[in-house]
Each structure stands twice: as structure tokens, then as C-alpha cells.
């Protein structure tokens, strides 16, 4: 039984946990021994996961263990939707683990990360094999806590302490929504196993709570703005290949909470739900993608990039959502394979940018991209993974960020038929967003590629890198192989999603491969295709005889010299265009409206020899409007309670009756 | 045999494409030197500048990369394949199902991405800031298509073109959302293309220059597959614009020998009024300031998110 593999693969991850204090003690070899483990684990993982997707083996059962609560026990099991995000967890844990085998070698201190790699895996995989609410809450607040521990790996600079302390508040908050969402639909009489769960009936005003603290609880692991604001902190301040698990991987789990509990559990959608969610996809995807636009720190970047992905997942989960309540059922799968498709196609590109960057940051030791350049001479091999990963990222063809975008596109353009107004009036709206944080996505790479990779170096640590080991090409190499295999035979995603869009709307998408040439067809053939394969063949071939022809028969000749740049004499690096410069069109733009944010001069008075100077101001509205009031009435509601601590025993003694009698009055009242 | 046929039909628009981009090149600078009252450069000077440049050697910066040698074949194949998609003078060709209007634009996103990476490789601030405004300018083109798109899709019911095209012709009909896509479209395509009042095709060593600044750096046989290529981009877009709004003329799939000579014909025809027409309102208007060019492409966008609003009110508008 597949659940039982994997449940076997989760314990021999805690127990490397558990003995990794002891190897490090032991051994010289704790680094390579524990991520070598990790990833035959997630091999194993791997394995496992995609065969009882495919339907390969029998999935039916369900383990009970007899810990957590005595009279629930601890329920495990595998369906299709806990199988894909088993497959998309799997493998970003051995590309990770693979990445880390050469990565992890320069850590400073393996005795922070190590022991808290395998938990942090083990975290994730068991939520997703949870089937009580107990069980899952345990393994979410596990995971969480696990990653927190990774955050604080570098806890000696203060941003990153800052960092985790920000993601303990938002990830409390989080795991609080979720056990209010699993109370709520547990009932008084505590119905804490998934399969009872979902036979509930609830009442009418239920469900709609439910998908708020779910929207609320997964959403804020998620990323969904307003409550991203601890991602872009937390997620680069882990060492690279945990950056990439919690961005690439974590954040799917996260989604996988969404889906389980509002897809799966809580039971009929009402109309609005699929608006709610819509809208803030599309909030999400265009703020994500203009913050990560003016970001020069590369990781950074990297977590608001993947912001704006989760918006782009969510807005598919609401178009799903949307059809769904409306019966629509092949527009629903069309969606909902569309989100988890993208989904996965964020774990690949997401997961090899990180690499990409924690490449850089061992080379260079520098994130900020306007401290590097040229790299692409230096680190040849990491120049080519990124710029794949970049392009898949962009949803350019024929990689496979652009088969997801393309089909949630196709989605959109069904959404005509839905009978409410409000609907009808959103989803353009959406359609313009998602194509509004494409575009912008592609000229965020371009700039992130450019400034990084591209020109002259900008310091000399920039000039001096050195290409990374073979174990972090090798794992850069994998994901950008897999990126282009789901870009090219799209199909083969799409009909292994089949399974899971049966589970969770109800109908699947037509089946993809006796199509020919490797095809895809959304909705139907009139309709609209797209061949990844032949498109990547024709650009591939058309290319070589187009080079071929002129090499051949007109001029191969090539000669060097001095940069022409209309004449200018080459001046130093530091007349390149740089980060700021290239983002400054689009922040003058659109800065204005998304971030309140304006230049400061500052112009001394005359006579005064100080220097000029101009500052570029921008806001997190987010952070403003909703963080620092909500910060500040905490605290000054902590400061008129702080009188509570100096109060004689008398008083408490009789704060204490108090609330003994006041809770008898509501016992009684309540019987 | 019929398959055969197919694909030489296939071929034979990917050449038709290719060996037409200069002459389309060589009309607008030819109406526009007559506007102008000036003689211009002969028709075929294009094809022309494309031998000279391709048999010249190739100068180029010592620290370019190889992405800087490669970006112009990979700009290059990817325009053309997305100009072989447009139906010219056929529809429902062999290969045209092989990517839908979306994926033309995305092929053409992954032309600008290469292009705008090209112009950073140097390192010098004329390519950055080609780069930059370019990225600028599609960050609003890209959705504003995007957007003409969804408005011709759900009048057609597809983003196939062919089936677009055959819808076009047996269901004409005037639309008010069909109007604002067209709208949008051409603005769009008047950016895309670098053509005035975004950018001006003629001019180097300006401040304001977009397209030129990225290919700067870039001379020989490398610039004539970039200028080739953009060659292409035009006549993608004339062609787009003929084959959605004014498909007349075109031969239906597996049509005989005569159909396509007809269809090849009156596609000569089209591209060349809508030559006339690009040259006639570039010549009637100023060329914008950079930061001017945001609101006009807002307003294609919103011109397109208008359309596909009624359309989602109503099939009917």
C-alpha cells in the first residue's frame, strides 16, 4: 500500500532527524550522508506518489495509528489530489537534496540546518498524508515550525531574526484560522476524521466561514497578499536550497490546505466563493510581480516572484471554484488542472531559480544585483539553468510556465456562460491582471537576467566567481530538464492531473496524447491548440538552417573590438544601466498607484558644501494599512493590561471567582 | 499525396513570409518618401541591405557573450514561426494548429525577451535602455493583445486563426467590440513595431530610441537577422490585422491550386493598403514623448478590456 511506503519514507526521515546530532558529533561526513539519505527518501517518495497517481497501484486504504487523540487515533491515507502534491513535494525534495549534497558543504554552521532538513521534508509530506484534521493541524504546525528553525539558520544578523520573528506571528496565525475552520466544520460532537468530515451536513452560514478562515489560514502560508508580508522576509533568508523548498515547495503544501478543505471537504461552493478567491488571485499576481520588479535583492525577488505565482494558482482555483457552483463541470476541470499544473510548474522554475541564486550567493557572496554581472562568463553552465528557468517563469513557449498560463487563459474564455453579474464583470477584469503579470514577469526576469548574468562585472568579487559544483549544476540541470519535458508533452500533465480533477470537480479534461504531434486541446479542437513539441522544433530548426545557410554561404568571419555605444569612449563598469535604472520606467508608471512611492530630493541650502541627494520612497500598503495599525493596537491594548500584573492577591483571587462564575452563567445558559 | 501538398503549401507560406517581410519594408519606406515629397530609396533596397549586411563581418564587443551571438537566430526563428502560424493566403494550413493567437503571443514575448537580454549583454546604457523601455512598453502591449484576443475569441468562439478567419468571412457582421479589438490591435502593433508615435524606425543617436538602442551593438550578418526579423514582426501584424478584420479573399482549407493564387493575390493587395494606410498616419502625427507612451497603450488596453466586458455582458455587441 502506497500510504504505507510513504508513511515508512516519513519515519526514516525523522530519524535522521533525531540521529543527526549524534552523526555530526561522529562523523565528518554528517553533510553528505544526511541530504544523500533525504534524497533517496524523496526518490522513493517520488516513486510511490506517481504511481498511485497514475493509477498504477491500489490506493484505497487507510492507516490509523494509535497516537495524536484516543479516540480519533491519527488517519492516513493517498487519493489522487494528496498523490499529485506528493509527486510536486518529492520532487523539489530530491532536486533539493541533490542540490544540497554540493550546496550544503559551505554552511558554517551544518548544525542549525541539518537536523531541521529532514524534519522540515517529513513536516510536509504529512500533511499531505493526514486524513484526520488532528493529524494535519500536528504535521502543519510541525512544518511550520520546522522551516521557522531553517529561517533562524543565519539568526546572527539581525534581518533575519527580524524575519523570524515575523513568520512565527503569521504562521501562529495561520495554523489559529485552520483550527477554527477544522473546528467549525467538526461539529459539537467533534468529528475529527476527513472521511466523516465530509459527509457532514452543515448549516447554511457555515461553509462561507469556513472558506474565510481557509482562505485566511492556507492563504497566509501561501503567500496571498494581504498576508505575504512575511514570504519575501522569510523564505531568502534560509540558506538557498531550503529558499527553494519553502518557495517552490512549501507554499503547494499550503495549497494543497486550500484545496483539501474547500474543494474536499467543506461541501457545496456558493457563487461568491469562486469571486472571493478570484480576486484576490488577481491582487496577488499583479502586486507579487511589481514588488518583485523593483527588487534588487535576488532572492528577494525570488519570493515576491513566487507571491505572484500563488495569485496566479488562486485565480485558477476560483474560476474552478466558479464553474463548479454553476455545473459547469468541464470548464471546472479545465481550471482546476490549469492551477495545479501551474502549481507544479512553479515547484520546477521556482526551485531552480533559488538554486540558480544561492549559485550566485556561493560564487559571489553578494545578492543584490546591482553589485554583479558579466556572470554568465564566469559561471557558464549556471548562466544557461537560469536563463531557462527565467524564460519558463516569463510563460514563454515552448517552456511549461506558458502551458499552464495558456490554458487558464483558455478558462477564462469560457467564463462568458457563468449566469452571475458579478462574475461576468470580474473575470475580465482577471484576464487582464493574469495577462498584466505575465507581461510584467518577463520584463522582471529580464531585468533580474540582465543585470545579474548580462554586461560587465559591477565589483570584483562579481569579476572573480567561479562556477559551483556538479552535484548543484546536476540538480539545476534536472529541474530545467523537467521544465522543458512539461513544457514540450504538456499532455502527459495534464492526464495524469485527470484522476485528481475527477476528485475534486467532478469531470476531467479530455483525454490528451492519441493527439498528434503531442498537442494539446483545452476545450476542443475548434476551439484552440497548442503543440509545445512542434513549436520547440520549428524555433530549434528553423534557427540552425537560417544559421547554418548564412555561415555557409555568405560571411563567418567575427572580430572583437571595443563596445561601439554610439561612439562613447568605454567608461568604467559603473556607466552600465543598472537595476534601478531599468525598473525606473515601469516603478514611475505604475509606483504611483501600487506603492504610493515618490522621490525625495534633498538640496542643501545654498552655501551648505553637503551633498545633494535624491531618495526613491516606496510603501507596502499592505504593511501600512493593515500591519502597523493592527501592531499598534496590540500593543497599547498590552499596555492597559499590563495593570493586571501589579494587582494584590486579593484582587486576583477575586478576578478569579469572577470568571468562575462567569463561566457557570454561560454553562447554564448554554444548557 | 494530399499530404504532401499540405505541406508544401505549409512551405510555401513560411518562404512566401519571408521573402515578402523586405518588400513590405521597402512600401512603407517608398509611400513615405512620396508623402514627403522625396523620391526614396528603390523597392527592393531592403533585400538589398540584407545582402550587403550578411556578407560583411561581424564586429563585435569583446566582453559579448554567447547569448549576444545565438539571441539574434533564436529572435529570428521565433518571428518567423509566429509569422508562419498568420494566415496569409491560406487558412487551415498543416501546421496551424500547432499554436493558437495566444501562443503567437507568447512566441513573439519570447522574440522581445531575447531581443531586450541582447541589448543588457554589451553593458553600455544605450542597450539598457532600449531594454528597459522595451520591457515598459510590453508591459502593457503584451495584455492590451492579450485583451484583443479574448474579444475576438468570443465573437469566433476560438483562438485558432483559421477558424477565426472562416468565422470572419461567413458571419460577417459590424460589432462595436469588434471595432475596439481593431483599434486596440493597431496601436498595439504600432508599438510593437516600433513605428511612430512610439518609437521612430528612421533615427539612431537619439535620447528617445527604443528598438534601435537594443540592437546597437550589433553588426554584419547579426544585424541582418534582426532587421529581417523585425521585417517579419510588420507584416505579422499587417497580416493579423487582414486575416481577423478583413479575411476576405482568403482560400479555404485544402482549396485548389486557383483559390490560393486568388487568395495569394488579394493578400498583396491588403498588405498593401494597409501599408498606405500605416505610412498615411505615421506621416499625420508627431512622435510621442516615452513617458507619453503608457497612456496610449493604456488605452488600447482598456479598449480591449471594454470589448471583452460587453461581450461578457452580451454575445451580441
Redesign the interface.
Known amino acids: 500500500m502506497p500510504v504505507v511506503v510513504a508513511l515508512w519514507s516519513v519515519a526514516v526521515l525523522i530519524v535522521v532527524a533525531l540521529a543527526t546530532p549524534i552523526l555530526l558529533r561522529r562523523s565528518a561526513a554528517a553533510t553528505p550522508i544526511v541530504y544523500g539519505l533525504a534524497a533517496l527518501v524523496a526518490l522513493v517518495l517520488f516513486a510511490t506518489a506517481l504511481s498511485a497517481l497514475l493509477g498504477r497501484t491500489d490506493i484505497s486504504g487507510e492507516v490509523v495509528l494509535p497516537i495524536g487523540l484516543p479516540w480519533v487515533g491519527a488517519h492516513f491515507r493517498i487519493d489522487p489530489l494528496s498523490a499529485f502534491f506528493l509527486v510536486v513535494i518529492a520532487l523539489g525534495a530530491a532536486a533539493a537534496s541533490l542540490y544540497a549534497l554540493g550546496y550544503g558543504a559551505h554552511e558554517e554552521h551544518p548544525e542549525r540546518v541539518l537536523p531541521f532538513y529532514p524534519a522540515f521534508l517529513a513536516g510536509m509530506n504529512l500533511v499531505i498524508l493526514a486524513a484526520d484534521a488532528f493529524s494535519f493541524l500536528v504535521s502543519w504546525e510541525f512544518m511550520s515550525l520546522a522551516s521557522w528553525a531553517l529561517v533562524m539558520a543565519h539568526h546572527h544578523e539581525p534581518e533575519n531574526r527580524r524575519a523570524g520573528y515575523v513568520y512565527l506571528v503569521m504562521a501562529s496565525f495561520g495554523t489559529l484560522m485552520l483550527l477554527l475552520a477544522f473546528g467549525l466544520m467538526a461539529g459539537p460532537d467533534g468529528v475529527y476524521a476527513f472521511g466523516e468530515m465530509r459527509n457532514r451536513v452543515h448549516a447554511e452560514w457555515l461553509p462561507g466561514l469556513v472558506l474565510v478562515l481557509a482562505l485566511l489560514g492556507a492563504g497566509s502560508k501561501a503567500g496571498l497578499v494581504p498576508l505575504h508580508v512575511w514570504l519575501p522576509l522569510a523564505h531568502p533568508a534560509a540558506p538557498s536550497h531550503v529558499s527553494a523548498l519553502m518557495s517552490g515547495v512549501m507554499t503547494k503544501v499550503a495549497v494543497y490546505g486550500f484545496v483539501r478543505i474547500v474543494f474536499d471537504l467543506v461541501g457545496d461552493p456558493a457563487w461568491w466563493w469562486g469571486a472571493l478567491v478570484m480576486a484576490l488571485g488577481a491582487l496577488t499576481a499583479v502586486l507579487g510581480v511589481l514588488h518583485a520588479i523593483l527588487e534588487r535583492d535576488l532572492k528577494r525577488l525570488l519570493a515576491y516572484s513566487t507571491v505572484e505565482n500563488i495569485g496566479i494558482v488562486f485565480i485558477g482555483l476560483g474560476l474552478a471554484l466558479a464553474f463548479r457552483t454553476n455545473e459547469m463541470a468541464g470548464p471546472a476541470a479545465l481550471a482546476i488542472t490549469a492551477a495545479l499544473f501551474h502549481a507544479l510548474n512553479h515547484s520546477l522554475f521556482k526551485g531552480l531559480m533559488f538554486f540558480g541564486a544561492g549559485a550566485v550567493l556561493g560564487a559571489t557572496g553578494e545578492r543584490d544585483i546591482e553589485k554583479l554581472g558579466g556572470l554568465i562568463h564566469r559561471l557558464p553552465v549556471t548562466a544557461v539553468m537560469m536563463l531557462g528557468g527565467a524564460m519558463a517563469i516569463s510563460a514563454l513557449p515552448p517552456l511549461n510556465g506558458f502551458v499552464s498560463e495558456g490554458m487558464l487563459f483558455q478558462a477564462i474564455l469560457l467564463s462568458p456562460d457563468l449566469p452571475q453579474w458579478a462574475l461576468k464583470f470580474m473575470v475580465p477584469a482577471v484576464g487582464a491582471a493574469l495577462a498584466f503579470s505575465a507581461a510584467l514577469a518577463g520584463a522582471c526576469f529580464v531585468r533580474a537576467y540582465g543585470v545579474a548574468f548580462l554586461g560587465r562585472p559591477r565589483s570584483p568579487t562579481a569579476a572573480k566567481a567561479v562556477e559551483v559544483d556538479g552535484f548543484s549544476r546536476f540538480a539545476m540541470g534536472l529541474l530545467l530538464a523537467l521544465c522543458l519535458l512539461a513544457g514540450i508533452v504538456p499532455g502527459l500533465v495534464i492526464d495524469a492531473l485527470s484522476s485528481v480533477a475527477v476528485l475534486v470537480v467532478g469531470h476531467d479534461m479530455p483525454p490528451q496524447p492519441l493527439l498528434p504531434s503531442l498537442s494539446i486541446v483545452p476545450v476542443s479542437e475548434s476551439r484552440s491548440s497548442y503543440s509545445g513539441m512542434l513549436v520547440f522544433v520549428f524555433i530549434l530548426s528553423s534557427s540552425a538552417i537560417v544559421a547554418w545557410a548564412i555561415h555557409r554561404f555568405a560571411s563567418r568571419t567575427l572580430r572583437r573590438a571595443p563596445a561601439w555605444d554610439c561612439g562613447f569612449p568605454d567608461a568604467s563598469p559603473m556607466t552600465q544601466y543598472t537595476a534601478d535604472s531599468f525598473a525606473m520606467p515601469i516603478r514611475r508608471v505604475f509606483g504611483p498607484v501600487a506603492f504610493r512611492s515618490h522621490i525625495e530630493r534633498r538640496m542643501p541650502p545654498p552655501g551648505d558644501p553637503s551633498p545633494a541627494g535624491l531618495k526613491v520612497v516606496k510603501h507596502d500598503l499592505s504593511w501600512e494599512i493593515l500591519y502597523a495599525p493592527l501592531a499598534g493596537r496590540i500593543s497599547r491594548l498590552g499596555e492597559r493590561l499590563n495593570t493586571l500584573q501589579f494587582l494584590s492577591i486579593r484582587s486576583y483571587l477575586t478576578l478569579v471567582f469572577a470568571a468562575l462564575v462567569g463561566l457557570l452563567v454561560v454553562v447554564a445558559i448554554w444548557a | 499525396m494530399g499530404l504532401i501538398r499540405e505541406i508544401a503549401v505549409q512551405g510555401a507560406q513560411m518562404i512566401f513570409v519571408l521573402a515578402l517581410a523586405p518588400l513590405l519594408l521597402g512600401l512603407t519606406r517608398k509611400f513615405k518618401a512620396r508623402m514627403l515629397d522625396r523620391v526614396g530609396p528603390p523597392l527592393l533596397q531592403p533585400y538589398r541591405d540584407i545582402l550587403k549586411l550578411?556578407?560583411?563581418?561581424?564586429?563585435?564587443?569583446?566582453?559579448?557573450?554567447?547569448?549576444f551571438r545565438v539571441a539574434p537566430?533564436?529572435i529570428?526563428?521565433?518571428t518567423?514561426?509566429a509569422a508562419a502560424l498568420v494566415p496569409t493566403f491560406a487558412t487551415g494550413l498543416r501546421?496551424s494548429?500547432?499554436?493558437?493567437l495566444?501562443?503567437i503571443t507568447?512566441?513573439l514575448?519570447?522574440a522581445?525577451?531575447f531581443l531586450?537580454?541582447a541589448?543588457?549583454?554589451?553593458?553600455?546604457?544605450?542597450?539598457?535602455?532600449g531594454?528597459?523601455?522595451e520591457?515598459?512598453f510590453?508591459?502593457?502591449?503584451?495584455?492590451a493583445m492579450?485583451?484583443m484576443v479574448?474579444v475576438v475569441?468570443?465573437v469566433a468562439?476560438?483562438?485558432?486563426l483559421s477558424?477565426v478567419a472562416n468565422f470572419m468571412l461567413t458571419h460577417a457582421s459590424l460589432r462595436v467590440s469588434l471595432g475596439m479589438a481593431l483599434v486596440a490591435l493597431v496601436i498595439v502593433a504600432l508599438a510593437e513595431n516600433a513605428r511612430i508615435p512610439v518609437d521612430n524606425p528612421a533615427t539612431h543617436?537619439e535620447l528617445t530610441m527604443v528598438h534601435e538602442a537594443m540592437v546597437?551593438?550589433y553588426s554584419?550578418?547579426h544585424l541582418?537577422?534582426i532587421e529581417l526579423a523585425a521585417a517579419l514582426k510588420l507584416l505579422l501584424y499587417v497580416s493579423l490585422i487582414a486575416c481577423v478584420f478583413v479575411p476576405w479573399g482568403l482560400a479555404p482549407p485544402h482549396s485548389g491550386f486557383l483559390p490560393l493564387i486568388v487568395g495569394a493575390v488579394t493578400y498583396l493587395a491588403k498588405i498593401t493598403v494597409g501599408t498606405f494606410l500605416l505610412v498615411f498616419f505615421e506621416t499625420s502625427i508627431a512622435k510621442m514623448r516615452?513617458?507619453r507612451v503608457?497612456e496610449l497603450l493604456g488605452a488600447a488596453?482598456m479598449l480591449g478590456?471594454l470589448g471583452?466586458?460587453l461581450?461578457?455582458?452580451s454575445?451580441s455587441f
Request: charged share 15%.
Open positions: 550578411v556578407r560583411k563581418e561581424v564586429v563585435i564587443a569583446e566582453n559579448a557573450s554567447w547569448l537566430y533564436v529570428f526563428a521565433a518567423w514561426v501546421f494548429w500547432t499554436a493558437d495566444i501562443a507568447a512566441l514575448a519570447t522581445r525577451f531586450a537580454l541589448g543588457m549583454d554589451v553593458g553600455t546604457a544605450f542597450g539598457g535602455i531594454s528597459s523601455r520591457m515598459l510590453a508591459s502593457l502591449a503584451e495584455p492579450i485583451m479574448f475569441a468570443l468562439g476560438s483562438t485558432q477558424w543617436l546597437l551593438e554584419g550578418r541582418a537577422v516615452v513617458f503608457p488596453l478590456f471583452t466586458l461581450l461578457f455582458v454575445r
